[in-house]
């Protein structure tokens, strides 16, 4: 019998909605044990980022709300294969916590198959030890970020490095689960 993989979601309040449903639903659709975590466990406020012609940058409307399933603090990394980190605006606060920096260099020192998407890779500059030297794309606003860190910033919207696959923002979803399953070979028949 084959034993299901387990698939941890590092987030938190105001990640953006379809960055964190669509590899929710993803994973569970696969039968992907799946689990989300955030610094506490509750009901997380998603946002809904999209643009509008009158507005140089994207907006912020509220969107849905999620179940965390878990506080980091109670999560043990070594339980799980592989991590994926969403973007919108939580990684900027979940990075200064230690148990999140914790969970994240834990999964770059042990090679485990990373998704991270959209503003997900400011989380990564907080463990930037690990990525030194790294290829990843980030929404464009990060590049200063990825690169102060000192990985190497690309201009795609997806880029696979090792164990890590990176993704520009939510449009590239499809693609970008696409890599994260053959990173984690969930499945070999894996629909996207």
Same mark, same amino acid.
């Given at each position: 019998?084959?034993?299901?993989?387990?698939?941890?979601?590092?987030?938190?309040?105001?990640?953006?909605?379809?960055?964190?449903?669509?590899?929710?639903?993803?994973?569970?659709?696969?039968?992907?044990?799946?689990?989300?975590?955030?610094?506490?466990?509750?009901?997380?406020?998603?946002?809904?980022?999209?643009?509008?012609?009158?507005?140089?940058?994207?907006?912020?409307?509220?969107?849905?709300?999620?179940?965390?399933?878990?506080? =980091?603090?109670?999560?043990?990394?070594?339980?799980?294969?592989?991590?994926?980190?969403?973007?919108? $605006?939580?990684?900027?606060?979940? $990075?200064?916590?230690?148990?999140?920096?914790?969970?994240?260099?834990?999964?770059?020192?042990?090679?485990?198959?990373?998704?991270?998407?959209?503003?997900?890779?400011? =989380?990564?500059?907080? =463990? $930037?030890?690990?990525?030194?030297?790294?290829?990843?794309?980030?929404?464009?606003?990060?590049?200063?970020? =990825?690169?102060?860190?000192?990985?190497?910033?690309?201009?795609?919207?997806?880029?696979?490095?090792?164990?890590?696959?990176?993704?520009?923002?939510?449009?590239?979803?499809?693609?970008?689960?696409?890599?994260?399953?053959?990173?984690?070979?969930?499945?070999?028949?894996?629909?996207?």
């Amino acid at each position: 019998m084959k034993m299901s993989k387990k698939v941890l979601i590092l987030t938190g309040d105001a990640v953006d909605c379809l960055e964190v449903f669509y590899p929710y639903y993803r994973c569970l659709e696969e039968q992907i044990d799946v689990t989300i975590a955030s610094p506490t466990k509750k009901k997380l406020q998603t946002v809904c980022h999209d643009f509008l012609p009158q507005m140089e940058t994207f907006t912020e409307l509220t969107a849905y709300r999620i179940d965390s399933h878990a506080s =980091v603090d109670d999560i043990n990394p070594a339980d799980f294969d592989a991590l994926i980190i969403p973007g919108g $605006r939580a990684p900027e606060y979940i $990075r200064m916590n230690p148990k999140v920096q914790e969970i994240t260099a834990h999964f770059l020192q042990e090679n485990k198959p990373m998704g991270v998407i959209c503003h997900g890779q400011l =989380v990564l500059t907080t =463990v $930037r030890e690990h990525i030194q030297g790294r290829s990843m794309t980030a929404y464009t606003c990060c590049r200063p970020e =990825v690169e102060a860190a000192g990985a190497h910033y690309v201009e795609k919207m997806l880029v696979v490095d090792g164990n890590l696959v990176t993704g520009h923002a939510w449009p590239d979803l499809p693609g970008f689960m696409r890599e994260f399953f053959h990173l984690l070979n969930a499945d070999k028949k894996v629909a996207v």
